[in-house]
């Protein structure tokens, strides 16, 4: 797929503690692949089979066009890369399957996940998809490279299938083009490049893995990713603010805020400065 000789892969680890997860990988922003925290990605509800016979109302507009969950489970089966299942299908857990999230264990960051706290507002959480379910089919990749909206964190587990993820580190950043208006997102179509318009693309160097069921993808604050698909596929996505991104992702709302009500965005700066101290304080 992608033709850049500097490939790596990604580390994969199993029986760290929250603290050595911590240390080892969110502190230094590096990614990695946890192997043995994810059993609960085999329960009869994460099935294909099952969310057809029970959520069959939910549905999703793709490209103009409206698809109950039945129909995208189904073309997501038959997918291939010259007929690909739309992509992406994404539903919200909060929305969707609100009686899922009992099942599904909360995340090790080994801090907690400032998203999910009570003393966030709403209206600053929901700045963020916090829990979601992808959908996909073979040949289905994600549209963008891309880093995720307000510096958060993400962590993926892998339910049904296997998935490529590519990802760049942020001082790959200078190679990949961003967007003059979008900062977060990347023209630079890394199945298919085009060396004549992104030169410096050549220089890229990426890290991969393929992501099996029940393996957790831990891709730190600020890091470029994409996807890539093999078959019938179903993934779940968490967001996640800590203290390592906390600034970042408080600044990211602060100029949103200040766009919409500029004479009021300076609560955001105030509540960043005192939240910050009293979730560092709480986390201690
Ligand atoms: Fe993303």
């Avoid at 490939?7 to 199993?14: F, G, Q």
């Avoid at 189904?74 to 609100?98: I, R």
């Avoid at 766009?259 to 201690?284: C, D, Q, R, S, T």
Wanted: aromatic share 14%; with cysteine; hydrophobic share 35%.
């Amino acid at each position: 797929m992608e033709h850049n000789a500097n490939v790596s892969k990604i580390e994969r680890c199993s029986g760290l503690s929250d603290k050595e997860f911590y240390n080892t990988y969110v502190k230094k922003s590096l990614p990695v692949v946890v192997t043995d925290k994810a059993e609960w990605t085999s329960l009869e509800k994460f099935t294909p089979e099952f969310f057809k016979t029970n959520y069959n109302h939910l549905t999703r507009i793709i490209d103009g066009k409206t698809y109950t969950l039945s129909e995208i489970i189904d073309l997501c089966k038959t997918s291939t890369p010259e007929n690909k299942a739309p992509y992406p299908n994404v539903f919200d857990l909060h929305k969707d399957f609100p009686e899922y999230l009992d099942d599904i264990p909360e995340m090790f960051y080994g801090k907690s996940n400032r998203l999910q706290s009570p003393l966030l507002p709403k209206t600053i959480a929901n700045q963020t998809n916090q829990q979601q379910l992808f959908f996909g089919g073979k040949g289905c990749s994600f549209p963008t490279l891309h880093v995720d909206y307000h510096w958060v964190h993400t962590q993926l587990t892998q339910i049904i299938g296997d998935k490529d993820f590519i990802l760049f580190a942020p001082d790959q950043t200078p190679y990949l083009y961003p967007d003059k208006t979008n900062h977060n997102l990347s023209p630079v179509d890394i199945i298919n490049p085009d060396y004549n318009k992104f030169p410096l693309f050549k220089n890229a160097e990426s890290l991969r893995i393929t992501l099996k069921p029940g393996e957790v993808l831990f891709i730190p604050s600020g890091w470029w990713h994409t996807t890539y698909i093999h078959n019938f596929n179903l993934t779940y996505a968490i967001d996640h603010v800590n203290s390592f991104n906390w600034n970042k992702f408080m600044d990211e709302n602060y100029l949103v805020a200040h766009k919409h009500y500029p004479k009021l965005a300076w609560v955001i700066k105030v509540y960043k400065e005192i939240m910050g101290k009293v979730f560092n304080l709480k986390e201690n």
